[in-house]
């Protein structure tokens, strides 16, 4: 193999570089293949059930003035959100930026109800579940946080945060820490998903609402699951009714199918582009190594009248390519490691499993691709010569 | 029958490719050798005495008719046993380039020993002692392409000998060599040659001649007893 290898440099230098380039637009097509195929099952979610999305139209005259009577108002709110609540799939979430940076970036202050957890699967990966505790040795409000949020809050933290709507401090326990790269589909925006972990949830209880600025985000952000359209527009009838907010309700899976079908046209695309690519590394591979065989003839009959079989040839080619093959995903591996050391320093950070099982799934792939590519290339000397006097093919094009 | 290590039977050999050449070194040739032989193939270049070596050191096959290898027929044998047989049953001297012209005298006489069906552990031994047998040791490292053309050859049979073959095929192994150097070689010739070591030599050097039990002629693709 060594010998193939010295024998044959630039060959394997050459199939090194094309099967560099292949990893490299590999890995793109790969990280464009998961993005679809995650939008994708972000829609699949919800995608059987008929969503109504409140886009809201309330004039701020009209907000004004439910602020003004708020506890009128209070009354008229909870009237209408238990109208909806009655009999109805729905959950409202809402988030704020809370204006202070976590792992380098702004960070979200976002509340809803125990249906969003239990409908995206969304689980902590250390501690307890949002909606599992009833209440904080502390006594506070208990919380879970997105992985960006460990660099400021650990787990039983307690810490003191602004209400956005209320402006006044409320007291946090962190409960539970989601695990990084957990993701939930983006309602407002089909096809695309939102990531926990920049967020910190805390729990909604409308019931237990006493104020105006919550409560309205609680209806405002009402994502409903309905199988007819009027009821929906029976919702927007009551709270016209009850003057409080001017709701409009559309159906987010009318957009869904045409993204659906755009989404795999896309990897249909991809799957052409890499099929196409593995045949172009086979061919110039598999030709290359044929022709650097017929070149270097004599260096071949030397090793064939030394005992050298074809088939003991072709395994050198095959080990050599594998050779080739390990050298490049170290190489890539090692790559990937360095940059994301220097990118993101929690990169070891045990909430980063998710990310590192895809890594894991894309070597394995590139690596049966490699192997594939391996294989044929040393079967085409094997084939072309199987049949043939050794010597004369070798020497020469003889029929 | 059982003296006989290699029998040719009917044994044809044909060159052809439409319009550009049709040739028949060998035309129906009738060959047995018996073990111990000592075998010149004469003739002169171009007449079919490298083809002739090549068949019966299966590096090419007949076109047509049977070769018996100590009474069986080749056609036969597997591919890997073809190849086994390469390695340690026949030793062969290539014409010319009998050595990788890049690759250190080591790493060409190490060949053989790798392909061995059974790697020796002490290949280094071995390439050693053979070396130091024909005085050349102290070129253990250096690339064949910085030998001497006498060197080179006296390396190419060491190569061929490695694996103590039976039977010696040789291609005009003193062609581009001085007397001197000659001698040397048909000297070498003599002392591996003895007992049941049968020796091929295709020449066309008189001084080969003096060497061999019987010489054989090439021409028309047929082959002659010159002498005994
Ligand atoms: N693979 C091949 N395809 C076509 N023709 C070939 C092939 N191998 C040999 N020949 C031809 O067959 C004839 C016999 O060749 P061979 O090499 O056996 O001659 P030779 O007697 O060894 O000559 P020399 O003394 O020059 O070595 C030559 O005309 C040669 O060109
Ligand atoms: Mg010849």
Redesign the pocket.
């Known amino acids: 193999m060594l010998n193939e290898l010295r024998l044959n440099k630039k060959v394997y230098f050459s199939v090194f570089i094309v099967e560099a380039v292949l990893l490299a637009l590999f890995s793109a097509l790969f990280a464009e293949v998961s993005y679809t195929n995650s939008t994708l099952s972000a829609i699949e979610e919800i995608d059987d059930t008929n969503v109504y999305v409140n886009f809201d139209c309330t004039l701020s005259e009209q907000l004004d003035s439910l602020f003004e009577n708020d506890t009128e108002s209070i009354k008229r709110g909870k009237e209408l959100y238990n109208y909806v609540a009655k009999g109805r799939t729905k959950y409202s979430y809402w988030d704020y930026p809370v204006g202070t940076l976590a792992n380098g970036k702004p960070f979200f202050q976002a509340t809803t109800d125990k249906y969003f957890f239990d409908l995206y699967g969304i689980k902590v990966a250390v501690g307890q579940n949002l909606y599992d505790v009833t209440e904080t040795k502390s006594g506070s409000i208990p919380v879970v946080v997105g992985a960006d949020l460990t660099e400021k809050y650990q787990l039983h933290d307690v810490f003191e945060m602004e209400d956005p709507n209320t402006g006044k401090g409320v007291k946090y326990e962190v409960v539970g820490i989601l695990p990084k790269g957990t993701t939930y589909p983006a309602v407002y925006n089909i096809g695309m998903k939102n990531s926990v972990d920049d967020k910190m949830f805390r729990p909604l209880d409308v019931e237990a609402l006493n104020e105006i600025g919550n409560l309205v985000m609680s209806i405002a952000s009402l994502v409903v699951f309905a199988n007819n359209e009027t009821d929906l527009r029976k919702i927007e009838q009551l709270s016209k009714d009850l003057n409080f907010l001017d709701m409009s309700f559309e159906k987010i899976s009318d957009n869904t199918v045409i993204f659906l079908q755009e989404g795999k046209e896309t990897m249909q695309i991809y799957a052409l582009i890499i099929i196409a690519l593995i045949i172009l590394a086979v061919l110039i591979g598999g030709i290359a190594i044929y022709i650097a065989i017929k070149k270097k003839l004599n260096v071949y009959i030397v090793q064939i009248t030394a005992g050298l079989s074809l088939k003991k040839l072709c395994l050198n080619i095959f080990f050599a390519l594998f050779a080739v093959n390990v050298v490049l995903i170290i190489l890539s591996l090692a790559f990937s490691a360095l940059s994301a050391l220097l990118s993101d320093t929690s990169a070891f950070n045990s909430y980063y499993f998710s990310s590192s099982t895809l890594n894991v799934y894309y070597y394995a792939i590139i690596s049966l691709v490699f192997l594939f590519i391996d294989a044929i290339i040393s079967l085409i000397p094997y084939l072309k010569l199987r049949n043939a006097d050794l010597l004369?093919i070798l020497?020469?094009e003889?029929g | 029958m059982a003296d006989r290590v290699i029998t040719l039977k009917g044994a044809t050999k044909r060159?052809f490719k439409k319009g550009k050449?049709d040739?028949t070194?060998l035309d129906n040739v009738n060959f047995s050798v018996k073990r111990g032989e000592r075998i010149a193939i004469w003739?002169e270049?171009?007449?079919?005495?490298?083809?002739l070596l090549n068949v019966i050191g299966l590096l090419s096959s007949q076109t047509s008719g049977d070769y018996y290898l100590n009474g069986r027929n080749v056609k036969t044998f597997s591919e890997n046993k073809k190849a086994h047989l390469r390695n340690s049953y026949f030793g062969y001297i290539i014409?010319d380039f009998a050595l990788v012209e890049n690759w250190t005298v080591y790493n060409n006489l190490k060949l053989p020993l790798k392909n061995r069906d059974k790697k020796p552990k002490n290949s280094k031994e071995l390439i050693r002692e053979s070396l130091a047998e024909i005085g050349l040791e102290s070129k253990i490292g250096v690339e064949a392409r910085h030998l001497s053309v006498g060197e080179r050859q006296r390396i190419a049979i060491a190569r061929a000998l490695i694996n103590s073959p039976e039977v010696i095929l040789a291609d005009?192994p003193t062609a581009s060599l001085d007397a001197k150097n000659k001698d040397t070689v048909i000297e070498m010739f003599d002392k591996i040659c003895t007992g049941d070591k049968t020796i091929l030599i295709?020449t066309h050097d008189d001084e080969v001649l003096k060497f061999v039990n019987t010489v054989y002629r090439i021409a028309d693709g047929k082959l002659f007893i010159e002498g005994r």
């Open positions: 004369n020497r020469s003889n | 060159f050449f040739l070194p003739g270049s171009g007449i079919g005495k490298t083809t014409q005009e295709a």
